[in-house]
C-alpha cells in the first residue's frame, strides 16, 4: 500500500482510492502547495466563514441536483485544510458547478461558488489534468474572448455545434451575413464577433491580457493555442510602437 | 482533522470589509475613496429615477445619456434582445451612445474556463467605465454576468487597496484613469424604473397573456444588496425587475414553485456539456412552468437565461417531454407591446422555441410580419440597401 493510499484508509472513507479515482495521485506536499495558493488568493478570505452544517447551499445548487457534487463539501475542506479531499475536488468535482452562486445564499455568508472559482484558477495555472480535460473543445471560444474581446460570435452558429438547438441554428448560419446586415444598429453587422470593437480597444485588451499573466495561464492548458494567441498580441503590440 | 477556528477568526480579522457585504452602501464607500484620491467616480448628471435596493438602499437610475455595455451572447446570438433594448429606448425619446470601444466583461469565459484572473477581469471592468467615463455617457449594462461580475469587481477593488493598485497601474498604461461609476445598473432596471413610461407608449394589449419569470441569478444572488426590490411586487421577496414591467404592461404573471433555481447555463457547460444544461432547463424549469403555471411566454432578463431556456427546448421534445414554451428577453416582449415589429426589431427568427403562438395570441400577424420581413431581405440582396437602418424597422 502506498503513503497516500494508507492515509486515505486511515483517515476518511469518503477519499477515492489512487487506483480508482482516475487522476494521477502526487505527493502530499504537492497538495498542500496548491492548497497554499488557494488560501493565498487575496479573495479567500472574503469567501469562507466557516459553517453551520445546514446544507442550503446543496438545496439550492443545480450542480447538485445533477451531478456528485456538493458546495458544502467544497466549503467544509477548504475550512478544514484538507487538502487531500481538496486535491480530489480539484481533479474532480470543481469543473461542474454552474457558477450561478446560488450558494451565496449561505446564512454564514460564505461564497463556495468563488472557492471554485479560486480552485480553477490554481488547476489551470498548474496545468492539472482536471483543467485540460475540461477546457477540451473550448480553445476556440477561448481565442475569440481573448483575441477579439467579444465571446460568442454569430458565426459560432453553426448546426454541427449545436446540432441539439434546432434546425432554427441551420437558418441563421445558411442566412448569417444577410440577416446581420438586416440589423439596424450599425456596430451589429459583424459575424465574426459580437459587435464591431475598435481597433485601439482591442490593443488595449491584448495589454491587459499580457500584464496581467491571464496570457500565460493558457501555456499551461493549451500550448498551441498560446503560442497562436502571443504571435497575435505581440505583433500587434509592436505595430502599435507598445513596448513590454 | 479539526476545523482550525482561530485560522478562520484570523481570515475574517485580516478581511475587515468582509461578511454581510449585502448591507454595505459601495456607493458611499466609492465615493469615500474618491475624497481619499483613490479612484475616479462617474456621477449619475441627468435626471433619474429612484428605486430601492434589497435592503432599501436607493439606487438612481439615469433615464437618458446612456452608454450601452452590450452583451456578447446578446449580440452574437439573440440579437433581437439588444435591438429591443436601444429600440425602446429610442421610442421613448432618449439619447445614448452605442459604442465601438467596449469590449465583453469576458466573465462568461472566466466563469466557464477560469482563464483569467481576478487582476485581468478588473482591469477589462475598468478598461469598459474608463471608456465610458471619457465619451460622457453613464453605463448601462446589458448583460447580467457582465452586471454581477463588475460589482463582484467593485467588492473587490473597494476591499483590497493591492487590487486598486495593480489596476491604476494597468490603467496608467492605457492612458486612462482607475474609474468606477455611482450605480451599476442593469439594463432591466431601467426597463422596471421607466415601466410607466413604457406602458404609456402600449400599443397591443396584453391582458390575456400569461407571463412566468425566470430572474437571473447573476442580477439578484451575486452582491444582492443592489438588486431592485419593491414591497408591493412579491411582498418584496423576489426581485422585482421583470416582474414589474410584465404587470405595468398588464400581463398576468404566474408563480412557480422552481423560481430560485438557476436555468442550468452553466457557464462551461452551455457551450461543452449541454446534457447537464438541457435536462435542468427542461426539467426543472420548463416543465415545472408549464405544469403548474401555463405560461404564454417565459421573461427572463439575462442573456444565457434566454439562450438557455430558448434553445435547450428542441432536444427535450425527442424524449416526449413537456416542453414547447416561448422565451423571450422582457426588452422583446416590451417592444412587442409598444408595436416593434417581431422580426426587424425583436429578431425572433434567431430563436428557437416557437413564438408563433405567443404573437398570434398577442394579435400579431407574424406571417405577414415575416413576408415584409423577406421583402427587407430582398433590397439587400439587390444591392438597394448595404444595411437596414432604424428608419427601416419602423417602415
Known amino acids: ?244 | 482533522m479539526t476545523i482550525p477556528i482561530e485560522a478562520l477568526r484570523r481570515n475574517k480579522a485580516a478581511a475587515p470589509v468582509a461578511g454581510r457585504r449585502s448591507l454595505a452602501d459601495p456607493r458611499a464607500e466609492l465615493l469615500a475613496l474618491e475624497r481619499q484620491g483613490e479612484l475616479i467616480v462617474q456621477k449619475i448628471d441627468r435626471e433619474a429615477v429612484s428605486v430601492q435596493t434589497k435592503y432599501g438602499r436607493e439606487k438612481r437610475i439615469q433615464k437618458a445619456h446612456l452608454w450601452h455595455h452590450k452583451s456578447c451572447g446578446q449580440c452574437g446570438h439573440i440579437p433581437g434582445y439588444s435591438t429591443s433594448i436601444f429600440w425602446v429606448m429610442r421610442k421613448l425619446g432618449y439619447d445614448y451612445h452605442d459604442p465601438e470601444d467596449q469590449t465583453s466583461c469576458t466573465a462568461w469565459n472566466y466563469y466557464a474556463s477560469a482563464t483569467s484572473n481576478s487582476a485581468a477581469q478588473a482591469a477589462v471592468a475598468v478598461r469598459n467605465f474608463a471608456a465610458a467615463y471619457e465619451s460622457g455617457y453613464f453605463p448601462l449594462i446589458h448583460c447580467g454576468t457582465s452586471y454581477g461580475h463588475y460589482k463582484e469587481v467593485r467588492e473587490e477593488l473597494i476591499g483590497h487597496p493591492e487590487l486598486r493598485a495593480q489596476v491604476r497601474d494597468i490603467m496608467a498604461k492605457l492612458g486612462k484613469p482607475l474609474v468606477l461609476p455611482e450605480e451599476i445598473v442593469h439594463y432591466s432596471e431601467w426597463f422596471h424604473a421607466l415601466r410607466d413610461e413604457i406602458a404609456a407608449k402600449q400599443v397591443r394589449d396584453v391582458s390575456g397573456i400569461v407571463v412566468t419569470v425566470h430572474p437571473a441569478c447573476h442580477y439578484y444572488k451575486l452582491v444582492e444588496g443592489d438588486a431592485i426590490y419593491d414591497p408591493d411586487i412579491y411582498g418584496g421577496q423576489r426581485t422585482a425587475v421583470v416582474t414589474g414591467l410584465a404587470e405595468a404592461l398588464g400581463a398576468e404573471v404566474r408563480s412557480y414553485s422552481t423560481w430560485f433555481d438557476c436555468c442550468g447555463f452553466g457557464f462551461r457547460h452551455i457551450l461543452v456539456q449541454r446534457d447537464f444544461t438541457r435536462s435542468f432547463a427542461t426539467l426543472r424549469k420548463i416543465e415545472v412552468m408549464k405544469e403548474e403555471a401555463n405560461p404564454d411566454v417565459v421573461l427572463t432578463h439575462d442573456t444565457g437565461c434566454v439562450t438557455t431556456l430558448d434553445k435547450s427546448q428542441f432536444a427535450a421534445r425527442a424524449h416526449g417531454r413537456n416542453v414547447g414554451l416561448a422565451v423571450l428577453s422582457e426588452a422583446q416582449f416590451a417592444a412587442l407591446a409598444m408595436g416593434a415589429h417581431p422580426y426587424r426589431v425583436c429578431g425572433l427568427h434567431w430563436h428557437s422555441a416557437d413564438y408563433r403562438p405567443l404573437l398570434e395570441k398577442m394579435g400579431i400577424d407574424w406571417e405577414q410580419a415575416w413576408a415584409e420581413f423577406q421583402g427587407d431581405l430582398r433590397r439587400l440582396e439587390s444591392g438597394e440597401k448595404r444595411y437596414l437602418d432604424w428608419d427601416d424597422v419602423d417602415g
Open chain 1, 1 to 244: 500500500m502506498t503513503e497516500t493510499a494508507a492515509r486515505y484508509t486511515a483517515t476518511d472513507a469518503h477519499y477515492k482510492l489512487p487506483d480508482v479515482a482516475g487522476y494521477a495521485d502526487v505527493p502530499h506536499e504537492v497538495k498542500a502547495q496548491l492548497f497554499e495558493q488557494v488560501k493565498g488568493d487575496f479573495r479567500f478570505g472574503d469567501y469562507l466563514y466557516g459553517c453551520y452544517e445546514c446544507g442550503i447551499c446543496v438545496a439550492v445548487c443545480p450542480s447538485a441536483k445533477f451531478y456528485d457534487f456538493s458546495p458544502r463539501r467544497i466549503a467544509q475542506a477548504a475550512a478544514r485544510q484538507d487538502v487531500e479531499l481538496i486535491y480530489q475536488q480539484m481533479q474532480e468535482d470543481i469543473w461542474e458547478c454552474s457558477q450561478c452562486f446560488s450558494c451565496l445564499r449561505c446564512p454564514r455568508g460564505n461564497n463556495p461558488g468563488g472557492i471554485v472559482t479560486i480552485m480553477r484558477e490554481v488547476a489551470v495555472n498548474n496545468g492539472l489534468a482536471s483543467a485540460k480535460q475540461a477546457l477540451v473543445g473550448y480553445s476556440r471560444i477561448i481565442y475569440k474572448i481573448m483575441s477579439t474581446g467579444t465571446q460568442v460570435s454569430p458565426d459560432m452558429l453553426r448546426s454541427d455545434a449545436f446540432p441539439d438547438w434546432g434546425p432554427e441554428t441551420a437558418d441563421v448560419a445558411d442566412n448569417l451575413e444577410l440577416w446581420r446586415r438586416a440589423l439596424p444598429a450599425e456596430t451589429m453587422h459583424t459575424t465574426s464577433a459580437g459587435w464591431s470593437v475598435a481597433d485601439r480597444t482591442l490593443v488595449e485588451l491584448y495589454l491587459i491580457w499580457l500584464e496581467t499573466g491571464a496570457l500565460d495561464m493558457i501555456a499551461e492548458v493549451d500550448s498551441s493555442l498560446y503560442s497562436i494567441l502571443q504571435e497575435l498580441m505581440e505583433e500587434r503590440l509592436e505595430e502599435e510602437g507598445i513596448e513590454l
